[in-house]
């Protein structure tokens, strides 16, 4: 098993550029996340989805939008991307037991991202 | 979402035992703790969890109190490779909080 896989590991972009980063997971889980991490924050929870096709907005969701058109896959798009936007982007995703909160997130290696 | 409050830093020496403890007073009933640790340049890796009482795994081990307002995370016998950031959520499990964590920095 790879477990959860991030493409690209690091990118630049300008400003106005659009990209998508890509997050696949080979463990058949139902949910996954998008975070990103600057330094000194902590992680933060952009958007997630708790199944195929269907997502949700997390804490800081303004500037980023994503698909679950597939269920291994989650995508985080950045239509017009701001330096704002220069962090460490990080994927999860986590099964369902059926008994509440108990199965843990596997994270990605991260995508480190630098606007100019 | 309970919120959670932990130290911003702690300092220890290697074979010392390390305990982080977590404030969570508006837990709900449904709610489950856990810990997650992160590396430099690494994802979080989760640790533990637990509900009540105690819980020990090959890694660490999980004090819950019967208010389960706290918890306490404890670390035995660190070395230099468990300097990381630790981290404290708490909820049912959709969508949960990271916060800023513990900083631990492990010295010989």
């Known amino acids: 098993n790879a477990g959860v896989t991030q493409t690209p590991k690091f990118r630049v972009l300008k400003t106005g550029q659009s990209m998508t980063l890509l997050c696949a997971q080979d463990m058949n889980h139902e949910y996954m996340y998008w975070y990103r991490q600057d330094p000194g924050m902590g992680l933060r929870l952009i958007h997630y989805s708790v199944g195929e096709g269907t997502t949700a907005k997390g804490e800081v969701p303004d500037g980023y939008n994503v698909s679950r058109l597939k269920k291994q896959n989650f995508l985080l798009g950045l239509e017009s991307a701001a330096p704002s936007q220069t962090s460490v982007y990080f994927c999860?995703?986590?099964?369902?037991?059926?008994?509440?909160?108990?199965?843990?997130?596997?994270f990605g290696p991260g995508t480190r991202l630098l606007v100019l | 979402l309970a919120k959670t409050t932990q130290p911003i830093s702690m300092d220890s020496y290697e074979g010392q035992e390390v305990n982080i403890t977590c404030s969570h007073n508006n837990i709900a009933t449904n709610d489950y703790i856990t810990w997650y640790q992160q590396f430099p340049s690494q994802g979080p890796r989760f640790i533990i969890q637990g509900y009540k009482t105690k819980v020990t795994n090959e890694v660490a081990s999980l004090f819950i109190p019967a208010d389960r307002k706290s918890s306490t995370l404890s670390l035995p016998r660190v070395s230099l490779s468990d300097t990381a950031v630790y981290y404290c959520l708490v909820g049912p499990g959709t969508a949960l909080i990271f916060g800023k964590g513990t900083t631990l920095s492990v010295s010989s």
């Open positions: 999860a995703s986590r099964g369902t037991s059926g008994k509440g909160g108990r199965e843990p997130q596997y």
